[in-house]
């Protein structure tokens, strides 16, 4: 079983930026990629980005590339969302995820485990 828990969410203007973590527990989540989504009221969840287990590939969503940056450190189990340039229309709970298929080099994860979430509003 895999424990995954946001933080760094927060209120911040347009233009700004923010970092969100995910902090996992539970198992070897280095084996495993991650990846972030969101879902903004009355909206579906939708996919943010990805990256494998190496960190080796990442995948984005085609709204934030160029201004949102995944990485992760696999020494910490900490994956991160670094988000510049924000606009208002990126207001949403931020969910991380973790895969289940060890050493995928897919950075597109089907998620098994989820997170909390977090709350990211920017305001206009």
């Known amino acids: 079983q895999v424990q995954l828990v946001e933080s760094g969410g927060g209120l911040v203007q347009a233009g700004g930026s923010l970092r969100v973590s995910c902090s996992a527990s539970g198992h070897t989540i280095s084996m495993f990629g991650m990846g972030w989504f969101r879902q903004a009221p009355g909206k579906e969840r939708e996919f943010v980005a990805g990256?494998?287990?190496?960190?080796?590939?990442?995948a984005y969503a085609d709204s934030v590339k160029g201004r949102f940056t995944i990485s992760r450190d696999n020494a910490k189990s900490t994956m991160y969302l670094q988000m510049n340039s924000l606009k208002p229309e990126d207001t949403a709970v931020y969910y991380c995820a973790a895969d289940k298929r060890p050493y995928s080099t897919d950075a597109f994860v089907a998620p098994a485990f989820w997170g909390q979430g977090t709350q990211v509003t920017v305001s206009s």
């Open positions: 990256i494998n287990w190496s960190g080796g590939n990442t």
